[in-house]
């Protein structure tokens, strides 16, 4: 028996696994298939609810550029979808820009990093101008953090009206209770449903893939769209109707950026196999089934999504439709927490309070302040369009605002750090430049008719951001100036110019660096005449990286002495760490700080700065307005470096900006 298994073994030409191994290789598929399945519950829930209202929105007739459905159009219509969704999501996003991360990290974010470590670096003035750019991109993503809710509920309980066409008025208030619900539950985090994001999604893509199907097989000539050739005689053949339709096709690659964004929580392989292998050929055999049934029928214009689906399945689909557009909603919802935060963690916002919602997934957070403002935006935006259809030309506009700034940083990064070849970044570069900007200039033709929504939003947020970053920049020169030299004041007080008493026990003060002294021990000395024996100046700073190993974390400096209980330590965090400062100074070495420190009894001291409007010429009158208002939503510092509110002493000053 053992020479019989032998000899099979050997027939194949291989080697036989030992169990251990194959047990090992049987783990690692089952890790990978759970990664794409986690990939496909998150990633792919914008993207993958865009057949639901696209076709639709081309079509409608109320458009102020209608496209009248004839067979050509329809051809050419499915054909650019098609192709826009090839070109845009599986070449630039795909292929292309998710080759380009910081340190595992996707996203506009990690690109605006990338761009300022080198800026700074090089000193070159077109990063820092490409990373302002940058930034005006991410404002628009908070911009489409508050349409993509308001569209992809909408839509999907427009489906009641094909059931059922006198639940027509009962859309609107549906579609604001799912949303209320699905912001009161952010703060529960997503660690639990996540589990059953996945198989609901992959329902949902079997679903609308099997339903594209049966519509193939009652017109299989659509398949023919699938040439370029349709979409480009549509496009230079009708060139009047073309450009106007791009401002709807373009929903077609509306959740692109996601794809990106979240590509440190899932990785390139697993986004990339998901989007192959399920939701890409999905989706087109969706919109391939919407365009021959509309070809049987031009009146399926009306909703060519639900009219798809067999009548007796009509229920089940707005139901699993309303839970993946929940599911969208949920997805865009946390990329807006995760920009948020790293902002914040840059230095483009205030310092805002995080609520991490899981012990295993670092990436699950919940930020309170941006979630009620998500919520009031959302809810404001369905009872003022209340309809999908309205809320399309808005939500294009954000889509190709971010796509064409995403894809013109990632061509600078890749001249920057790989050195491609400057005519092969002009020839494919300027090509797929050339679709974005199409698709950017077909959208800014429905400016009067909603485009003009998300370019207020990002015009707002972009200049929060830069007046914030601007401000903090003139309060943190004046603190510098009224602090004064750290190693001048620590002379002052071995010398006995500041007569002070030494008391045992250990006292943290927070400091932006080790240059100055921090205002709350020199208040501390000056009226209180008292030090601790063990004074540890503590700066915290964020690095241009995801995270940073708790080894490479802190460093110490004695300041010049090594017996006078002054030390400065240093803690490193990456942009999307949480800074936690006690759990920080525990991983110093006695030996390192001129003895073991009191962490458990030790004092922690802040200094508290109140902004007062001055008279010199820093900024416009109104940016000091801005700059000041935007400060109160700044979190409680305490909370925010995980400090014991109990041992925590705050000390107060005042700056003018």
């Known amino acids: 028996m053992a020479d019989r298994r032998q000899a099979t073994a050997s027939d194949d030409g291989s080697a036989p696994q030992p169990p251990e191994e194959t047990r090992r290789a049987s783990t690692r598929d089952a890790v990978r298939l759970a990664v794409v399945i986690g990939a496909l519950g998150v990633v792919f829930g914008d993207i993958g609810t865009s057949p639901i209202y696209t076709l639709q929105t081309v079509f409608n007739p109320d458009d102020p550029h209608p496209v009248p459905v ?19 999501v599986t070449v630039t996003y795909i292929l292309l820009a998710m080759r380009a991360d910081n340190d595992g990290e996707g996203g506009i974010m990690a690109l605006i990093t990338l761009l300022r470590r080198w800026s700074s670096e090089r000193g070159r003035r077109a990063a820092v101008v490409l990373a302002a750019l940058g930034i005006f991109g991410a404002s628009l993503f908070f911009g489409d953090s508050m349409i993509t809710p308001a569209i992809s509920v909408l839509s999907a309980v427009e489906g009641l009206k094909v059931v059922e066409p006198s639940l027509d008025s009962a859309v609107v208030p549906i579609t604001a209770v799912i949303i209320v619900g699905l912001f009161l539950v952010q703060r529960r985090g997503t660690a639990a449903v996540g589990r059953v994001f996945g198989p609901v999604m992959i329902a949902w893509f079997t679903a609308i893939g099997a339903c594209g199907v049966v519509g193939i097989t009652d017109h299989p000539d659509i398949i023919r769209a699938l040439s370029p050739t349709y979409a480009l005689s549509f496009l230079f053949g009708h060139w009047g109707t073309a450009f106007f339709a791009l401002a709807a096709i373009v929903l077609a690659v509306t959740g692109a950026e996601a794809l990106y964004a979240d590509m440190g929580h899932f990785g390139r392989r697993a986004i990339t196999r ?60 946390t990329g807006a927490y995760s920009v948020a935060s790293q902002a914040a963690q840059l230095g483009y916002l205030p310092r805002l309070r995080i609520a991490h919602t899981s012990e295993s997934t670092i990436g699950q957070i919940y930020v309170p302040w941006i979630n009620w403002l998500l919520m009031v935006s959302v809810l404001t935006l369905v009872f003022a369009f209340r309809s999908s259809a309205a809320l399309a030309y808005a939500f294009g506009m954000a889509v190709t605002g971010t796509i064409t700034i995403t894809t013109l940083l990632f061509f600078y990064v890749a001249r920057a750090k790989w050195g491609t070849p400057r005519w092969l970044l002009v ?174 009894q030790a004092s922690y001291f802040l200094s508290k700065i109140e902004l007062r409007r001055g008279k010199a010429p820093t900024m416009a009158p109104w940016r000091k307005r801005l700059f000041i208002a935007t400060s109160y939503i700044t979190a409680d510092a305490a909370e925010y470096f995980s400090l014991p509110r109990d041992r925590t002493v705050i000390m107060g000053s005042h700056i003018e900006v």
Request: hydrophobic share 50%; glycine share 8%; aromatic share 8%.
């Open 427 to 600: 020839v494919g570069g300027g090509l797929l430049l050339l679709v974005d900007l199409l698709f950017v200039a077909a959208n800014l033709t429905k400016l009067v008719h909603g485009a003009w929504l998300p370019l207020l939003i990002g015009l707002t947020a972009f200049t929060v951001m830069t007046t914030w970053q601007r401000g903090r920049e003139l309060v943190t020169a004046e603190r510098a100036r009224q602090e004064g030299p750290l190693p001048e004041f620590i002379e002052h007080l071995r010398e006995g110019q500041e007569p002070t008493l030494r008391v045992p026990g250990t006292a943290v003060f927070l400091n932006r660096g080790k240059e100055t002294a921090p205002l709350a021990m020199r208040a501390n000395a000056k009226h209180n005449h008292v030090r601790h024996a063990q004074v540890v100046i503590l700066s915290i700073g964020t690095e241009p990286v995801p995270r940073v190993p708790a080894d490479e974390r802190v460093v110490v400096d004695d300041l010049g002495y090594g017996d006078d209980g002054i030390i400065h330590v240093t803690a490193r965090f990456g942009y999307m760490d949480t800074p936690d400062v006690p759990g920080t100074l525990a991983l110093l070495d006695p030996a390192d700080t001129e003895g073991p420190l009191q962490l458990d």
């Open 274 to 333: 998901g989007w192959l292998f399920l939701v890409l050929p999905a989706c087109v055999l969706s919109y391939l089934g919407q365009g021959a049934l509309i070809l049987d029928d031009p009146a399926n214009i009306s909703s060519p999504f639900f009219l798809l689906v067999p009548d007796w399945g009509r229920w089940p689909m707005v139901i699993l439709a309303t839970a993946a557009t929940v599911i969208a909603s949920q997805a865009v919802i």
């Open 70 to 88: 004839t067979t050509d159009n329809v051809y050419g219509v499915v054909s650019l979808i098609f192709w826009s969704v090839m070109i845009i």
